[in-house]
């Protein structure tokens, strides 16, 4: 890129604007960077903390593995980085909302554990010997006893018991709470930064690229100074192309999905065959499993196609005029992306699968039978998906830091051999900095809000969620900080008065969730139909597992609400009533309380709004001396 | 209330506020107004329109019958009446939104006239004869025929047809489009009004009563200046106190709502008993609209009630500071009140009513029966009462211009009394202007707009509610014009840059109004059964009367999908899942696609947000000049 941008550059050298950064970009220079303040390592000997540096000071107070139970040190850190890369360290704060998220999430999964052996249905299950004879999974297999999945059965109900549903319900307004709370101390971090009438547009300079390509000049409306003019494309327009591409990657994420499940059914039959008992009877999990990994790895390569995709899209087809507007357009495309990437799989598992017809009449697709979910219920498997993402990730995550360092090395090596191994005097600053690694922006730091969706989308399948969300990010502030104190160069200072659009996106994913849970919960979890059962039978879950199976031809069951002939019984009608009845309540209820919080809690604190009125009055006061004096 | 304030400043005379309003309050004087321009007749010989005053611009070019198809010169009433009373006016704009909501609902039911007679369902009541013998319809009334009710049945066709469905979905995207545009216009008119910075908590001075009240004096914290002081409650106390007052109006109104319940029941029997055969079939008919009446007369009077009582809390109870908090506080009360009150009736209606049981075992309430919805179905009933309360609104307002007339008589003639028709002299200005009422502000105006809530919540079942509305607004405009130019003593012009808690009320409404429709679709409307019906069948909507009635002992009918024992049949299971299907996916798209809306088209239109940011670059450059000038 940055050759291309040279020689664009070169050839319209009358319209663009100069710097440091044309000069780097022509090759003049090998790189511009601020200068860090000195050393980050502790001297040997006892020193005051007065005579510390600023990155000393970071470094001792803030960026080691020992300080794992500190606050962060917001102010120093924007005053060393700059208000951008501090509110990113605020963000990280969530960290500590995520703590009674995780307490419960852990209690409502102990729970689970420890009812485990007194649920009844699992019980019918295990005890249940050959009576039911269930139907072939495929056209080769044979028929099995559902005893055969006693201890999936079991393990189902640890994601899937009433503690759940409370648990998804608790999420959501855990969920909104948070963003209320985050919008608050937004306004107080940007009041206290000084930054809270910051204006990009008043104040940015065009993007470079923005100005080599620029085919004009014009005057800017508001400051009305020359400045490199590109037609601006009207808004409608650009969103069609946005939309267009996103389109197309939609289908490119279906037709990987659809991959996937092909995968998984193959392999799925594959193990019927080997013909071993072990084999056979976990074949759904296996398959599952390995297939979940096949999808992660799909995931993590389309992942770097379409980033890669999407700064090209927002580089030349939509060109921003300030890094703030091209900024928010990336972002909000790569989430986009990342969010179809990552949750597709488990929206599938988790609404999709399941729909199989019933015996003599399948479902296919591709001649293939549609995927059933496996005998412990759908939740199970979108909990082992939801664990092979967040670990895999967290994977990912490791051999970033892995290639950072590496970068490093090499950088150093490059370094060593310009110099020759002739260094006579003492480093100077600007060469120790410039064996560092240039830091890549916050982007890829923010994308792991992706996180906050695994914990409020998916949590009724897998409470355990937060918890590892919590471990994780609890790692990262230590392991962001001694990046940027030890690893990176210095970044240039940025100022900013929120976090973007990614706030958006933080409310656009807390709203999903809770469509998202009601769903769950009303369709892939078996907790209406057990309550609905034990409403109109009054005699507990006796005879649930029964009752949940139809008859198939040869006597084989299936698990369906169906008579022989394959028609939905009464019953199916009145769940699907209840199932729908449940959505529509759930959804209302907790919407409306949510708004109730929003309008309720204001986004400013009362103390600061004062603070800020005063200090409105204060200036107009002084603006109206000031003119009287020179008068 | 004076009287009370008078000898209450009396008593706290040293911390009291000085000024007219507290010399008018003693009684030193008997009214503080600003005075008219001058008479609003045009002269009679011919004159040029600059040597009009601008009381006679406003008469001649707006305050008359002859205008009506004229825009409204805003800028004028800005520099006559000031902001408040020009946003009301360009409030009152929405009429011309209202216009294609108008002749869509217009082309709906004329839509719905026409296909009256080729509608399956009602030939097939009308040609039964004597087939279907319905149940009696209470405990002493016979058994009657299905054909009696030809009639309604056909009449029921057009508030329930395709069309309604589309045009309730049509109403959700034109509330939303609406409150946009208003939006824009808002800020729009706030920066051409030069009000948008305009902050009423540092610039209001507190309200007299506030000041009287109070029992110290304390710093303001945004100005510093002394003030009156009054120990503020917390916010949630607040909160407290109004919602049980909330609560114990909603008591009050649900004991109005049986009161009229058991009267419509009384009615319907007595009907019966007299024998008239006549009478007998339109039982049901007559006494829906002669309680509608009741209702209506049960409205005004709570409504008279209610807003004494909610003036009475504000003032009391609250003790805000401004008027801008008083009037939001004081709106936002009487809002929830008048909306209980109007909307409680027709929300029984819709939703509530028809909740019967079945024959050998009926629902009851004190004793009697629950009440059915006529054999039209609840959907002509709700239009009944919508067009009822609509028009008898209209009639109240008549009456109040009536009163209004009365009062500035009674004015005119005590001051006669005063002076005694020893006139000589020209009278004053201010002797003129004395005659004429005092104004009592916007709320009532503003209040009109419950108007919003019937033209978008109930639009299903009375597509003519848009034209009405249309009609009435048309109406309004130069009624009030009139008012303000003409009747009214000039009102005190006051500032402000929005029209404050009524746009969140209209947003509120707007967000109710989709989900209202959702559920009046699904249930109170036949759209979902014969869809259906249609689907399950195939054979049309021939047999649909047969198919939706259930049998009764004695082979008596009613209307029902239960089979001979009460119980619901599948098709009602199915019937229902379909109805709670189609409210999740209502609610979803429309609200989704509201989102989308909102989210694209920004708040504040591109030029003017321009504008503004020039402004604010202009006036941060003159500063940095102007220092540097002191310097």
Redesign the interface.
Known sequence: VYEILARTVYGKRKKAEVGVDRLVAEGAFAAAFPLHEGPFQLPKQDVRPDDLNRRQVLYFYWARWSKWYKYQPLDHIREYFGEKIALYFAWLFYTAWLLPAAVVGTLIFVSGVMSMGTNTPSEEICHGGSSYRMCPLCKTCKAWNMSDICTMAKLGYLFDHPGTVFFSVFMSFWAVTFLEYWKRKMATLAHHWDCMDF?E??QERPRPEFAAMAPTVEQN????VKEPYFPEKT?LSR?FTGSMVIVLMLCVVIIFLVTVVMCRGIISVMMYHTGSPVLRTEAATIANISSSIVNLGLILLMGQVYTALAEQLTKWAEMHRTQTQYDNAFTFKVFIFQFVNFYSSPFYVAFFKGFVGYPTNYGTLFGMRNEDCGPGGCLIELAEQLFIIMVGKQLINNIQEFILKVKAWRQRRSLANVLGGKVSHEPHRWEEDYQLVECGGLFEEYLEMLQFGFITIFVAAFPLAPLFALLNNWVEIRLDAHKFVCEYRRPVAERTQNIGVWFSILEGLSHLSV?ANAFLIAFTSDFLPRLLYQYKFEKGLHGYVNFSLAYAPLNYTYKAFRDNDGNYT?FY??L??VR??F??AF??VVFFVLRAIDW?VPDVPESLE?KV??E??LAKQA?AE??E??L
Chains 1, 2 share one sequence.
């Open positions: 204006h547009e008043e409306p508001v400051t009305g808004r969103m469509i009464l009608w009145e699907l009533a729908l009845g959505i529509i959804e209302h309720i004062l009125k005063r409105h009055y603006l000031n003119q004096a020179l």
